[in-house]
């Protein structure tokens, strides 16, 4: 009996695919795109799970003794077991120097090398990186002229520094240590291997330690192997001699290095970055997931829909539900086999493409032999097997009825309502997306975004189930105006979408679906960029910057600007990061913020953070630090408590709270004296200096809050050039004077940009945007062409119809322009009003503020569901009336 009802099965399947090529022809479009897009983010994210930093500084050394670079944490969430995460340090941790007689005294060791660097600027301002000499063979350099430095007076040049005809004996400029000194060049080296792309100018190892200013402690030791030594045995005897700290009294490990592994020496940042990455695609990955399975559903249940007759006859004839439900997963099988393995083909391109967006010099993702057919395989696998369950379950609905009661259902008009379960499962929904957004609004920082973006997908999935519903509240509201704007195709297409809301609920879902995540991806990145310059550019007090691209200023630079006749204030900003370790909601957190190391007595002239409480003059010392007010109340600290930090070298330290401030989205959640920070920075060096006048008077300079923005990132600028005029003042010029001796500074009026925390649209930024937006809004845009040309397609019969009782080509056409318009109308209101609840959440949460898109970037999206719509309903509804009028008149 089962073997039977098998054959049965296939042979409806059989016999029915031919007949309904064009539905399945949407379905099939719509699996192969859910493919390619798993199938690209699989391949994206097994490229960053093997990824690792290139070796290029270390590549002539077998081994590198580096301290551990990873900060942990371990709590007990509530009611569960302990847990430990991880956080990489943006900044050196250095070894004692006792570490190299160590590692010079293991077995199998023949050289042991150590690697100090200092920032070093070559005549008018080219940026270089000063090392030792010894330590040239770990890269390897080799002297192509002349010979190594004997003295502190003598320096080897990368050949891509050695000016053009410079020869052995010439003198050269050199700003190096805060200081500007001539050197005789003693020889020339080359390399095949420049590590960041930074050239390298060679002293003596002597003067590279007094020039790096940390006598005791060294960044980095290179090992170079005795003949016939292998790196597992090079490892293991380097590991038995080390201590177990990297300095004393430090709780950072030390780590051996080798082949691949030895990049992670060099590019301090690059695991961590990665880290942030894989949580970012892991959450787009997410979304990808609903939206493909929102779309292959809602294509799948219209695809069946569409044949609720057929069904019906064929269940009112003896077919039993069984037959019918198989039939149906057998041919969706059959399409949905074919469409995923040209998916997981397309995959491949597509997953380089992203890849391409995402690879940098830091980090460049490779692309092992398996991982095509791996990720390719792996999306069709899972599409396949998730389509069959699917297309049975959509054809649950007709084909469980008894054959009496399908005898009647064959001929009856479609139903307007959704069931029960899909009504109460859409209202729960809905009630759960509203809390979501309303938990947001009382929450920060990550836990604000994730119910956030829970409250989006709640809706969303609320709108597919309620779609019936809200196409009637639609038609109520958008029916007039479409009967007034036609007298016959209005008329037309305001009756035929009132008597099919399903249908038209149908039509709204990918609509609603694309724009309500392409509102959310652009809006909160939008709004929290706006809330910064706002607040950067309300903070900001100084007129003129000082700046030296790539080498960054010694300190003693702030010190020379004072002294300059009509600077009020110097301060220099000196950049870096710390590492919380907190809780949220139960779950043990560490968070790394950008903070700034200032001069406290230098801010009155030059930044003005907005205190609430404390007093800002007594950020002073190391034992001293500002929080913003909304980190401090998650922290429950204040003024006289301490806060527990790691610096950006992993130092554990519990400064004072003396101030809070209400600026922190433009000047970061913590500020530090520069003194306190500068020693835990892998180079002290600021990265600007920000100069009050006696013509600015220490006034706002910004366009921020109480000023408005003056442009697309709320940073105006005309009004500061004014400096170099006004007796009293200093001119730019007069600065430039003073900074002559540290070569390459750039002098110009002061923007918020100087003082941001971040900058305003980092390149990663724009990789995951463009991923985020471009990627899966792509896909969800194709979704909305196939669904409504699926639509279109399926009511050929009613177009016939129209056109055998008079109705006129034109008629027929305006009719589905005003249903396109009506369509596309609901859809983009509907939308944005899902995608406004939990961005409103996290806005007012995150920022105080409403959330922001710029309007170019919405009417970009409206154009481009617009067009897609008339694409997808007015070119097959005129293939439809054409084929029509032919017929008719043969």
């Not at 019936?468 to 704007?485: C, D, E, F, K, T």
């Not at 036609?486 to 037309?492: A, M, P, Q």
């Not at 119809?801 to 322009?817: D, E, P, W």
Request: with cysteine; glycine share 12%; hydrophobic share 45%.
């Amino acid at each position: 009996m089962r073997h039977g009802s098998r054959r049965a099965s296939a042979f409806l399947a059989r016999r029915s695919l031919p007949a309904h090529r064009r539905a399945w022809a949407a379905v099939i479009t719509a699996t192969a795109a859910a493919a390619a897009l798993i199938g690209a983010f699989a391949f994206v994210l097994g490229s960053l799970l093997v990824a690792q930093p290139p070796v290029e500084r270390y590549a002539g050394a077998d081994a590198v003794v580096a301290a551990d670079q990873k900060v942990s944490y371990t709590a007990k969430p509530w009611g569960s077991e302990p847990r430990t995460v991880s956080a990489h340090l943006p900044e050196r941790v250095r070894l004692d120097r006792s570490v190299l007689a160590r590692a010079a005294g293991a077995e199998g060791v023949a050289r042991a090398v150590a690697d100090d660097s200092v920032p070093v600027t070559v005549g008018g301002g080219a940026p270089a990186v000063g090392r030792s000499w010894p330590s040239a063979v770990l890269t390897p350099y080799e002297l192509t002229e002349g010979r190594a430095p004997e003295s502190g007076g003598e320096v080897v040049l990368d050949t891509a520094l050695a000016p053009a005809g410079s020869r052995p004996g010439d003198r050269v400029t050199l700003q190096a240590g805060g200081t500007t000194g001539s050197y005789t060049l003693t020889g020339i080296a080359e390399t095949g291997h420049r590590g960041d792309g930074t050239p390298a100018v060679f002293f003596t190892e002597q003067r590279l330690t007094g020039l790096a200013g940390h006598p005791d402690t060294v960044d980095a030791i290179g090992i170079v192997a005795r003949e016939g030594v292998s790196a597992e045995a090079l490892r293991d005897s380097v590991a038995e001699v080390l201590p177990e700290r990297a300095t004393a009294g430090s709780d950072r490990g030390l780590r051996v290095l080798t082949g691949a592994e030895r990049g992670e020496a060099e590019r301090l940042d690059a695991l961590g970055g990665r880290g942030d990455q894989l949580a970012l695609l892991g959450s787009i990955g997410g979304s990808v997931l609903m939206v493909a399975l929102l779309v292959i559903g809602s294509t799948l249940s219209q695809a069946v829909h569409q044949r609720s007759g057929e069904l019906a006859l064929l269940r009112a004839v003896g077919a039993t539900p069984r037959q019918l439900r198989s039939a149906i997963g057998r041919e969706a099988g059959r399409v949905s086999a074919a469409a995923a393995v040209l998916g997981g083909i397309g995959a491949v391109p597509l997953g380089l493409a992203m890849r391409s967006l995402l690879t940098t010099d830091a980090l460049p993702l490779p692309v092992p032999l398996w991982l095509p057919f791996a990720a390719g395989g792996a999306a069709a696998l899972l599409i396949t097997l998730l389509v069959r369950p699917v297309a049975m379950l959509s054809a649950r609905g007709i084909t469980r009825l008894r054959p009496a009661a399908a005898l009647g259902a064959a001929n009856a008009p479609e139903p307007s309502e959704p069931g029960r379960f899909r009504t109460v499962t859409g209202l729960i929904l809905v009630f759960a997306g509203l809390s979501s957004a309303g938990v947001a609004t009382s929450q920060g920082g990550q836990a604000a975004a994730a119910a956030a973006s829970g409250a989006a997908t709640s809706l969303v999935i609320a709108v597919a189930l309620l779609g019936p519903w809200i196409a009637r509240i639609a038609m109520r509201v958008l029916g007039a105006p479409v009967r007034r704007m036609g007298r016959v195709s209005g008329f037309l297409a305001a009756r035929t979408a009132s008597a099919h809301t399903r249908r038209l609920g149908a039509a709204l879902t990918p609509i609603v679906l694309v724009v309500a995540f392409v509102c959310v991806q652009l809006a909160a990145g939008s709004t929290m960029e706006r809330a910064s310059d706002r607040q950067a550019s309300a903070a900001l007090r100084a007129d003129l910057v000082a700046t030296a691209p790539g080498a960054g200023l010694p300190a003693g630079a702030a010190e020379a600007v004072r002294e300059v006749p009509g600077v009020t204030a110097a301060t220099g900003v000196l950049r870096s990061s710390v590492v919380l370790a907190h809780r949220e909601v139960g779950e043990p957190k560490l968070d790394r913020f950008p903070v700034l190391g200032v001069t406290a007595s230098q801010l009155s002239g030059t930044l003005d953070p907005q205190v609430t409480a404390g007093d800002l003059d007594r950020l002073t010392g190391r034992g001293t630090v500002a929080v913003g007010a909304d980190r401090a109340d998650a922290l429950g600290v204040g003024p006289g408590d301490t806060v527990e930090l790691r610096l950006g070298d992993g130092t554990r330290v519990r400064p004072k709270v003396v101030a809070l401030y209400e600026r922190a989205l433009g000047l970061g959640e913590f500020l530090l004296p520069r003194e306190a920070l500068a020693p835990h920075v892998t180079a002290d060096r600021d990265q600007s200096v920000l100069i009050g006048t006696a013509q600015g008077s220490g006034t706002a300079k910004g366009s921020g809050t109480e000023q408005g923005v003056g442009t697309e990132h709320g940073v105006g600028t005309e009004h500061r050039v004014g400096a170099e005029s006004g007796s009293g003042a200093a001119s730019a010029a007069d600065v430039r004077k003073a900074l002559a001796p540290y070569g390459g500074v750039q002098v110009r009026p002061a923007t918020a940009d100087d003082i941001r925390i971040a900058p305003p649209v980092s390149d990663e930024d724009n990789a995951m945007i463009t991923i985020g937006v471009g990627v899966v809004g792509g896909f969800a845009l194709l979704s909305v062409i196939s669904t409504l040309a699926l639509i279109t397609t399926g009511r050929r019969g009613e177009f016939r119809l129209l056109r055998m009782v008079g109705t006129g080509r034109g008629q027929l056409r305006r009719m589905l322009v005003l249903e396109t318009g009506l369509v596309t109308v609901a859809g983009l209101v509907i939308g944005t009003v899902v995608a406004a609840v939990p961005l409103t959440a996290f806005a007012v949460s995150a920022t105080g503020m409403a959330p922001y898109m710029p309007p170019v970037q919405y009417g970009v999206l409206a154009a481009a569901v617009t067009v897609s719509a008339l694409a997808a309903t007015v070119l097959p509804g005129a293939s439809g009336g054409r084929f029509v009028l032919k017929r008719r008149k043969g």
